[in-house]
Every structure is written in structure tokens, then in C-alpha cells.
Nanobody
């Protein structure tokens, strides 16, 4: 059974930091493309960051580049998203996702997601 379980969300002030974690089970962790998406109340779910299955490449939405870092720890089957210099517009429900293709395909649409986690809430106040 495939499970993606996020944790680490919370409430912070603008300029603060959070680290999200996603434990993955039921999948060959070393062989799949993984990503983070987010959704705020008034917007559609959007891509945030992705990492190649071998961990050597990553991709980011332009608005988070330089502030967020995606990484993975194979020994723990865990995906991370380190978020720094947070802004109120980063507020939303953050989802861990298993891509249906390798991340190098560059397809970071929600249509290319095979499995979703349940989400973890991030709230940034000004």
C-alpha cells in the first residue's frame, strides 16, 4: 500500500523557516521522482519543487527559488522541503507527491502525479 505522510507544517512569522518532511512507503523510494505542491484557499494546486530519483537534480517554482531547498534521504525513505525567508504568500496546504514519470521529464503538472499525501498546513503571518 502506497503512503506519503507529511509533517512539519505550522505557523510562523514572515522571514521565518520551516522544514517539511514526507515519509514514503510502498514505493521504490530510490527510483521515483518526488515533488512538493501547495494549494492556498483561493488558488489551484501548484508545483513548488521536485527532485530527481537519484537526488542530483532539482527544480523549483520561480517564486521559491533561492528560498526553498528540496532534498531526500534514501536511508529513511524521507523527502524534505527546507523553507526559509517565508512570506505570507507561501501560506497553504503543502502536499508531497510521487510523479508518474521521472522528474527530468519536466512535467510538474498535477496530471503527472500518481500519488498524493494528505497535506500539511503552512501559515505565514506578516
Amino acid at each position: 500500500q502506497v503512503q506519503l505522510t507529511e509533517s512539519g507544517g505550522g505557523s510562523v512569522q514572515a522571514g521565518g523557516s520551516l522544514r517539511l518532511s514526507c515519509v514514503v512507503s510502498g514505493l521504490p523510494f530510490r527510483s521515483v521522482g518526488l515533488a512538493w505542491f501547495r494549494q492556498s484557499t483561493d488558488n489551484e494546486r501548484e508545483f513548488v519543487a521536485a527532485i530527481a530519483h537519484y537526488g542530483g537534480e532539482s527544480w523549483y517554482q520561480a517564486s521559491v527559488k533561492g528560498r526553498f531547498t528540496i532534498s531526500k534521504e534514501n536511508a529513511k525513505n524521507t523527502l524534505y522541503l527546507q523553507m526559509s525567508s517565508l512570506k505570507p504568500e507561501d501560506t497553504g496546504l503543502y502536499y508531497c507527491a510521487k510523479l508518474s514519470t521521472y522528474a527530468s521529464s519536466g512535467d510538474f503538472t498535477t496530471r503527472n502525479v500518481g500519488f498524493w499525501g494528505q497535506g500539511t498546513q503552512v501559515t505565514v503571518s506578516s
